[in-house]
């Protein structure tokens, strides 16, 4: 009985799908060619391509700008990005133009720095996407994922001045020194009020 139901489930698939099938796209291009030659074989006629029978060298000349487009160019795409989401809508309505001029430029500038240092590891090189909201200080890391080792940490923190209000300290951290020391990247003052969390 079930040899029977496999034989009847078969056929009841063939009938179904009967129909759907498509013939491969070089038998249609055979087919036209041999159109066109028996129309005027005197004069010579290019064919149209359809999208699914563009030479395959068309397809290939497309890929490798991407594949060629520099790592290092990507990576730093991805850190300003990163420091973007993390300051937030509220914060950045505030303080867009200091971050533009001067804290940018300084990230893009470090991160290069860092990836140019290893020229042969940079395709292996990822920044970490993982945000953290609230009052948390990271920004983003960056790590080989290759060897699966952080080379550097990217922090932003909130510092209360007496008498001046809250400024908005960037900062980085290098695998070198096992994290400890602040590496300076730039200030920018926020006000005497506090200012919202993170990516808020």
């Given at each position: 009985?079930?040899?029977?139901?496999?034989?009847?489930?078969?056929?009841?698939?063939?009938v179904l799908t009967l129909g759907l099938y498509i013939p491969p796209t070089e038998l249609a291009a055979e087919s036209a060619e041999?159109?066109?030659?028996?129309?005027?074989?005197?004069?010579?006629?290019?064919?149209?391509?359809?999208?699914?029978?563009?030479?395959?060298?068309e397809e290939i000349s497309k890929e490798p700008e991407k594949q060629d487009e520099d790592p290092i160019d990507i990576i730093m795409a991805q850190a300003k990005e990163q420091t973007i989401t993390k300051m937030g809508p509220k914060i950045?309505?505030?303080?867009?133009?200091?971050?533009?001029?001067?804290?940018?430029?300084?990230?893009?500038?470090?991160?290069?720095?860092l990836l140019t240092k290893s020229d042969e590891q940079a395709p292996y090189y990822e920044i970490t996407e993982q945000l953290t909201p609230g009052y948390g200080e990271k920004i983003f890391n960056l790590y080989n994922h290759r060897?699966?080792?952080?080379?550097?940490?990217?922090?932003?923190?909130?510092?209360?001045?007496?008498?001046?209000?809250y400024w908005f300290n960037f900062h980085y951290h290098l695998s070198e020194d096992n994290f400890t020391k602040h590496h300076f990247i730039g200030e920018?003052?926020?006000?005497?009020?506090t200012p919202?969390?993170?990516m808020s």
């Open positions: 009985m079930k040899l029977w139901g496999r034989k009847l489930f078969v056929i009841l698939i063939s041999k159109e066109v030659t028996s129309e005027d074989s005197s004069e010579e006629k290019e064919l149209p391509l359809s999208i699914e029978e563009k030479p395959l060298s950045l309505d505030k303080i867009d133009a200091e971050m533009t001029e001067e804290i940018l430029p300084k990230i893009e500038e470090v991160v290069g720095m060897t699966n080792e952080e080379e550097a940490r990217f922090h932003v923190r909130r510092d209360k001045r007496p008498g001046e209000g920018i003052y926020w006000e005497k009020n919202p969390k993170w």
